[in-house]
């Protein structure tokens, strides 16, 4: 019953850095999981990652040591900060909840939101 939204996108240069909201109403995030994914022209949804409700973090390796996702609570806010940013970062990039299975979240699911525009060029 939590809605989501996504913000923060935009254009980048290569090695830069960007940050990302998932602003939820309707409902507090306290007690889910929230997963970050992406989507690049012509590629399949991805895991980018996720923080548990009990605050651990998950991280697919292409992003592993240069995003890092956190939550606000009290903000009803979770983040993804992405730095060191490279041309396969292009990708419209959404939040969800959902279940966490050996580190990582299923992507193949059919309702998505709108989702934000993350364009790195060179």
Request: charged share 15%; glycine share 14%; net charge positive.
């Amino acid at each position: 019953q939590v809605q989501l939204v996504e913000s923060g996108g935009g254009l980048v240069q290569a090695g830069g850095s960007l940050r990302l909201s998932c602003a939820a109403s309707g409902g507090t995030i306290s007690t889910y999981n929230l997963g970050w994914f992406r989507q690049a022209p012509g590629k399949e949804r991805e895991f980018v990652a996720v923080i548990t409700w009990s605050g651990g973090t998950y991280y697919t390796d292409l992003v592993k040591g240069r995003f890092t996702i956190s939550r606000d609570n009290a903000m009803n806010t979770v983040y993804l900060q992405m730095n060191s940013l490279k041309l396969e970062d292009t990708a419209v990039y959404y939040c969800r909840t959902g279940p966490v299975v050996a580190g990582t979240m299923r992507a193949d699911f059919d309702s998505w939101g709108q989702g934000t525009k993350v364009t790195v060029s060179s």
